[in-house]
């Protein structure tokens, strides 16, 4: 049975950062593109950006481009998002993706986590 589980989510204050982890099991995510997705209360959800597989190539959504990265631990079978220079505006439940293509779009993902929710606020 596949399963994604994030963690690492939390409150954390405008300017500052966070790491976000996505564990998986019944699947090796370096044979997978490893999409990151946000949804914010009353919004719709947003692809934030993607790891192709065997970390060729990364792909952001321009609300990200700069502040977030992406990597892979395979010995661990884990893949962080390192969010720096967080924002109100980032405020959202976090989910990752597992899927065979690169892709900003969430339907194009097969497996999902459930989710870790990112708040920043003063």
């Known amino acids: 049975q596949v399963q994604l589980v994030e963690s690492g989510g939390g409150l954390v204050q405008p300017g500052g950062s966070l790491r976000l982890s996505c564990v998986a099991s019944?699947?090796?995510?370096?044979?997978?593109?490893i999409g990151w997705f946000r949804q914010a209360p009353g919004k719709e959800r947003e692809g934030a950006l993607c790891?192709?597989?065997?970390?060729?190539?990364?792909y952001y959504a321009d609300s990200v481009k700069g502040r977030f990265t992406v990597s892979r631990d395979n010995a661990k079978n884990t893949v962080y998002l390192q969010m720096n220079s967080l924002k109100p505006e980032d405020t959202a439940v976090y989910y990752c993706?597992?899927?065979?293509?690169?892709?900003?779009?969430?339907?194009?993902?097969?497996?999902w986590g459930r989710g870790t929710q990112v708040t920043v606020s003063s």
């Open positions: 790891i192709s597989k065997s970390s060729g190539n990364t």
């Open positions: 019944g699947l090796t995510l370096d044979y997978y593109a």
């Open positions: 993706a597992a899927n065979w293509a690169s892709s900003l779009e969430g339907d194009d993902y097969a497996y």
